[in-house]
Nanobody
Framework: QVQLVESGGGLVQTGGSLSLSCAAS????????MGWYRQAPGKQRELVAVITSRYVTDYADSVKGRFTISRDNAKNTVYLRMNSLKPEDTAIYYC??????????WGQGTQVTVSS
């Protein structure tokens, strides 16, 4: 089992910035990935960004150039820095951890609200 603890999020105006973090603990394999997904009201959950334990990253087109994902392997923590936020970024953001397999775990979610 892997436990995920998310922090960050909140309310920000258009153009502002927010940071999210997610710490994993438990049965963590050396090969894994950590990422962020989001779900807006009435929409499906979608990938925002992901980073592997070898620091390979991938981003949704909608956030490229504005969001940056990073991780600290020693702390098993992933970070998401969100700049130039837009109202359409408003959603619940979920941390995902995937052990090789894949065995997937989800965080509880944190609200990000961008006011216009």
């Amino acid at each position: 089992q892997v436990q995920l603890v998310e922090s960050g999020g909140g309310l920000v105006q258009t153009g502002g910035s927010l940071s999210l973090s997610c710490a994993a603990s438990g049965s963590i394999f050396s090969l894994n990935s950590m990422g962020w997904y989001r779900q807006a009201p009435g929409k499906q959950r979608e990938l925002v960004a992901v980073i592997t334990s070898r620091y390979v990253t991938d981003y949704a087109d909608s956030v490229k150039g504005r969001f940056t994902i990073s991780r600290d392997n020693a702390k098993n923590t992933v970070y998401l820095r969100m700049n130039s936020l837009k109202p359409e970024d408003t959603a619940i953001y979920y941390c995902q951890f995937a052990n090789s397999g894949p065995i997937i775990y989800w965080g509880q979610g944190t609200q990000v609200t961008v006011s216009s």
